[in-house]
């Protein structure tokens, strides 16, 4: 597609059930970020994606968070038994590989994830 | 731990007054230095890049920004803002140490009077 496309939009959930949120970076971009934003906070780094492979996963906050990529192209954010601190938007970005001299990160719009 | 600083999390100014947002990061050895910019409804979006060379890089809209390495620093300016330029701004930056994993300050809300 012509941008980062991340689905749902909008997504509200109970405390404790399962969630899952999708990516769709920029074809042939080879990282894919995924970032997490708190009402009035920055950017909080969860994970990122070379590939296939995730070599940085320090940023997930707990082990109820998880993600993966297949095809070098779709990845899926889990976030199992919702807690209400849970409760941001996601943010998905590409970029034609990690870190480097041309490294640009397209963002996505964003899921916004309400926990009730 | 490696961590990126903006020091304003809000300004407010009236139109054709000059701007400067802060950044301090805490990454040794080389790095890349971005801004990025967050309008009203809009995705976030890159302003400006710092790999190498000049300090003193342009981006688009007028902004600049200056690469301190002695200070860590990379400070985002323009010397006249506008309405439009009301948004939200963030420092970010990559390195070596920190894995090449772009890390973003917590955002400098800008709010520009008319």
């Known amino acids: 597609g012509a941008g980062v496309s991340q689905s749902p939009s909008n997504k509200v959930t109970e405390k404790g059930k399962d969630v899952e949120l999708r990516c769709d970076p920029i074809?042939?971009?080879?990282?894919l970020y995924w970032y997490r934003q708190r009402l009035g906070q920055g950017l909080e780094f969860l994970i990122y994606f070379q590939g296939n492979s995730a070599p940085d996963k320090s940023g997930l906050p707990s082990d109820r968070f998880s993600a993966e990529r297949t095809g070098e192209s779709v990845s899926t954010l889990t976030i199992q038994r919702t807690q209400q601190e849970d409760s941001a938007v996601y943010l998905c970005a590409s970029s034609s590989r990690v870190g480097g001299t041309n490294e640009k990160l397209f963002f996505g719009s964003g899921t916004q994830l309400s926990v009730l | 731990a490696q961590s990126v600083s903006q020091h304003n999390h809000h300004v407010i100014l009236s139109e054709a007054a000059s701007l400067e947002l802060g950044c301090n990061y805490s990454y040794g050895g080389t790095v890349n230095l971005f801004w990025y910019v967050q309008y009203p409804g809009q995705h976030l979006q890159l302003l400006l890049k710092y790999f190498s060379g000049d300090p003193l890089v342009k981006g688009i809209k007028g902004f600049e920004a200056e690469f301190i390495k002695s200070k860590f620093s990379f400070n985002l300016r323009k010397p006249s803002v506008q309405w439009s330029d009301t948004a939200e701004y963030f420092c970010?930056?990559?390195?070596?140490?920190?894995?090449?994993?772009?890390?973003f300050g917590a955002g400098t809300r800008l709010f520009v009077k008319a």
């Open positions: 970010a930056v990559n390195a070596r140490t920190g894995g090449f994993k772009t890390i």
């Open positions: 074809s042939g971009h080879t990282a």
